[in-house]
């Protein structure tokens, strides 16, 4: 008989630069970020194949931007992933800010070291 699984639980993991989802125990994705600027800038988004299909990745970012928000920190969206969450959820739009070319030049930089 399959057990359920249990609430999926996400986790800001702030040594790495991520919110971590976990179902089970087992890390099932991630969504990156480097910040600047009282600006909370996510950039890449993934779900282990795994674990695909199960609305996880909403999970995550819903609950990482909530995180943003309860930080008192704004969302740059340059992960397409969060960039597409955001114009579904019209909720974070007061906390969202434009991705600009000097914030790609950043994060490039910011990314290498």
């Keep these: ?14 040594a790495r630069h991520r919110y971590e989802i976990h179902v089970d125990g087992v890390r099932a994705g991630l969504t990156a970020y480097r910040d600047r600027d009282g600006r909370r800038v996510f950039f890449h988004t993934e779900i282990d194949d795994a674990f695909a299909g199960q609305g996880l990745a909403s999970v995550l970012v819903r609950e990482a931007l909530s995180d943003v928000r309860t930080s008192g920190m704004r969302i740059v969206p340059v992960c ?3 960039a597409k969450f955001l114009e ?3 909720e974070f739009a007061d906390i969202t800010d434009p991705v600009t070319p000097e914030v790609l030049r950043w994060l490039e930089t910011a990314r290498a070291r």
């Design 1 to 14: 008989m399959n057990q359920p699984a249990t609430t999926p639980a996400v986790r800001r993991v702030d």
């Design 88 to 90: 579904k959820h019209g």
């Design 80 to 82: 397409p992933y969060v």
